[in-house]
């Protein structure tokens, strides 16, 4: 099972929406507390290419308010932990992130690890 580091996660801060509407959000240099979701590489296809090459990305959006409405809906979690190395989701709500469609990996973030 990799570690959310292996799989290049960053944490994703989401910011004022620019002139035009656009959802902006920064994914460097954001820590757990100030985070609003986390990005990381598919662990299933990660396993399946060998590396981070051909694998897609993944979006976890937290239960925050400042979520609502964002790609991709509707799942929210609940982050526990301190940072990266020790990330749960934890509920109550989904636990577990079940991608439809694509490779429709079905995993669980745990103590700092995807699966
Ligand atoms: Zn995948």
């Known amino acids: 099972m990799p570690t959310l580091k292996e799989l290049e996660a960053r944490f994703l801060k989401v910011l004022p929406p620019d002139d035009e509407g656009h959802i902006i959000f920064q994914a460097e240099g954001v820590s757990l507390p100030e985070a609003d979701g986390i990005m990381f590489l598919c662990p299933k296809c990660f396993a399946a290419n060998n590396g981070p090459i051909g694998t897609h990305s993944v979006i976890c959006w937290f239960d925050k308010s400042n979520t609502t409405g964002l790609d991709p809906k509707p799942g929210r979690w609940h982050p526990s932990g301190t940072g990266l190395d020790d990330l749960t989701f934890v509920g109550p ?5 079940q991608l439809i469609g694509g ?3 079905h995993g669980f973030v745990t103590q700092g690890n995807a699966q």
């Open 93 to 97: 709500g989904a636990v577990s992130v």
């Open 103 to 105: 490779c429709n990996s």
